[in-house]
């Protein structure tokens, strides 16, 4: 999440130009840089990662 709007932090888009880059909603995009985990699923953060051109790597450590 942190990669995810650093990234769009340093592209210098608006959250609107944002949002349409990663196929989201200009609302979803501003929880993003304030943190609002609990409303973003893994799933939504992959495919918001992916579709800004980053890649994603997952790895479990079993405790």
């Known amino acids: 999440m942190q990669k995810i709007a650093a990234s769009v932090k340093a592209s210098d888009w608006t959250q ?3 949002a349409k880059q990663c196929g989201v909603t200009q609302p979803r995009m501003h ?3 304030i943190g609002r985990v609990s409303r973003f699923s893994l799933d939504a953060l992959v495919n918001i990662a992916t579709a800004n051109g980053q890649r994603v790597r997952i790895s479990l450590v079993a405790v």
């Open 31 to 33: 929880d993003l840089p």
């Open 16 to 18: 609107a130009d944002a």
